[in-house]
């Protein structure tokens, strides 16, 4: 009797995966959803690495034509500004409404990317990234449309449109890689965003000379093709090709010892509630409520930690070449090059922090000091000398230790935090929580893109935005500095619990 029930409890008890062992697949999500995002990110950076040109095509120009045969206010009617300085503001708008157009996007690309097909969703996003794009840098300067009104509601689409990407790649990766090793592998691959980056820069120091709109048009056509690759190629999960099951993988062992030594049942009355708590996990695995996931354990708090650091570091993001530029009178192409090296620089912080919180076993304890080294780092860039070498080795240093914690915030612990044990009866909750911290922090990155233009023109003096960067790393620092102290303390109770084991064996050996 007990055999024939084990035999019917095994038909309703799906059986657990195979243990982590890496397949083609594996391989090719990391690199489809890495080479995506990075090229969104080329998209972003070619914008930002192109503004000081674009400050000036909008700007009022002498008629400087062989002959004139029209008067400068005839000539300059179709410019926005008087001149480049004037401009500055009006880009530190764009990026503003760019940041709140995307954290915008991203609540709502969250929730959609767990209701419906990821791969559907990523690549809609970037092929109408690509269109927007276009049309933003390309056909306005092919056709002369210098509007305002043009350029804020097209960039704003654009943030809204690429909005789509991070929750869905961050959704597609936690789908195919488990914890173990999580963030050694996520500090690898969350690297694309400066791989993008940097191939952004490249392709505007590349095409600047012929003309900014170039840049645009190759990123755009590069995009399409992206798209429509990872359309074909693409796999959002391992049922989609039967490596795996959305079930919560149990046990029919495992689930009737529980059984047994909560509620004493045996024999039958074991198989029967087997049953019931596969059948129950299997019916309840849907789509976590946006409101519920805000309450997870840990997202509040590395929400509001990342709006303050994904501030400073999409300051970098959007103002280094500018800033190389407008203060030490470099070249548009050697300042777009040379900032580049922020981005390796959050690349190695990336990668060597997923490891070390990896071998640890917590993440905020990498990330506190980290970015606590990163503050004297701030002080010492905002009164650099005119020199490249030096500039470009601190440019890297700053880039590990606020790139790096940056990278580990927004992939490996929001995978973490979009698994969580409490998450058990619902695998459809990563999404929406990549789309709630990435979100918070998207919404106190477009505060910051308002705030540096007016420090900078109320001072006049770059410095103090490197100030209000110090501040900005500090407040990072309080607000995860609870969870840094609980982790803290989980670390030494583990120290003394190992120390006590060995001491004991200690004297059961003598």
């Given at each position: 009797?007990?055999?024939n029930t084990h035999d019917e409890?095994?038909?309703?008890?799906?059986?657990?995966?195979?243990?982590?062992?890496?397949?083609?697949?594996?391989?090719?999500?990391?690199?489809?959803?890495?080479?995506s995002y990075a090229m969104l990110h080329a998209a972003r950076k070619v914008f930002s690495n192109?503004?000081?040109?674009?400050?000036?095509?909008?700007?009022?120009?002498?008629?400087?034509?062989?002959?004139?045969?029209?008067?400068?206010?005839?000539?300059?009617?179709?410019?926005?500004?008087?001149s480049p300085q004037d401009a500055t503001i009006f880009l530190g708008v764009l990026d503003a409404v760019f940041m709140f157009s995307y954290s915008t996007g991203l609540f709502i690309s969250g929730i959609l990317g767990d209701r419906f097909d990821l791969r559907i969703v990523l690549c809609v996003g970037?092929?109408?990234?690509?269109?927007?794009?276009?049309?933003?840098?390309?056909?306005?300067?092919?056709?002369?449309?210098?509007?305002?009104?043009w350029y804020i509601s097209f960039w704003a689409l654009n943030g809204l449109a690429q909005s789509t990407g991070w929750p869905c790649v961050v959704a597609i990766m936690g789908n195919w890689f488990g914890k173990e090793g999580r963030g050694l592998i996520f500090g690898i691959w969350s690297a694309c965003a400066s791989v993008g980056n940097i191939f952004g820069a490249a392709l505007a120091a590349t095409f600047l000379s012929y003309g900014y709109e170039y840049a645009f048009l190759v990123c755009c056509v590069l995009l399409i093709c992206c798209a429509i690759i990872c359309f074909f190629a693409i796999v959002p999960a391992p049922e989609d090709v039967g490596l795996g099951t959305k079930a919560t993988p149990v046990t029919v062992q495992e689930t009737t010892a529980t059984a047994v030594n909560d509620d004493g049942a045996t024999g039958d009355d074991a198989s029967e509630e087997t049953e019931l708590i596969a059948r129950t996990t299997q019916s309840t695995n849907k789509p976590i409520t946006f409101w519920r996931a805000w309450l997870l354990p840990g997202v509040f708090m590395y929400s509001i930690c990342y709006a303050c650091l994904k501030l400073v570091n999409y300051s970098f993001f959007f103002w280094l070449p500018f800033y190389l530029h407008s203060k030490f009178n470099w070249q548009e192409s050697d300042a777009d090059l040379l900032s580049t090296l922020y981005d390796v620089g959050g690349i190695i912080g990336g990668i060597v922090g997923g490891l070390i919180s990896d071998l640890i076993g917590f993440r905020s304890i990498v990330v506190i000091p980290t970015l606590l080294i990163a503050i004297p780092s701030l002080f010492i860039f905002s009164g650099l000398p005119n020199d490249k070498?030096?500039?470009?080795?601190?440019?890297?240093?700053?880039?590990?230790?606020?790139?790096?914690?940056?990278?580990?915030?927004?992939?490996?612990?929001?995978?973490d935090l979009g698994r969580q044990e409490v998450l058990a009866a619902s695998d459809q909750a990563l999404s929406t929580v990549t789309g709630i911290v990435d979100g918070t922090g998207s919404f106190g990155a477009a505060i910051g893109q308002v705030l540096i233009p007016v420090i900078q023109k109320q001072w006049n003096d770059w410095r103090f935005v490197f100030y209000f960067f110090v501040l900005m790393t500090f407040v990072?620092?309080?607000?995860?500095?609870?969870?840094?102290?609980?982790?803290?303390?989980?670390v030494v109770n583990k120290i003394k619990t190992r120390f006590a084991s060995r001491r004991q064996q200690g004297y059961d050996t003598i």
């Open positions: 009797m007990n055999s409890t095994d038909a309703h008890i799906v059986q657990p995966r195979a243990k982590s062992r890496f397949t083609f697949y594996h391989l090719s999500t990391f690199l489809l959803t890495f080479i192109v503004k000081s040109t674009m400050a000036e095509e909008w700007s009022a120009l002498p008629n400087q034509t062989l002959n004139p045969i029209k008067p400068d206010d005839i000539w300059n009617q179709h410019r926005l500004y008087n970037m092929i109408v990234t690509s269109l927007v794009n276009f049309l933003f840098g390309v056909l306005s300067e092919w056709l002369h449309i210098y509007s305002v009104a070498a030096l500039n470009g080795f601190i440019m890297t240093m700053t880039g590990v230790f606020i790139g790096g914690p940056a990278n580990m915030i927004s992939a490996a612990i929001t995978a990072t620092c309080c607000c995860i500095l609870p969870l840094f102290v609980r982790e803290c303390k989980l």
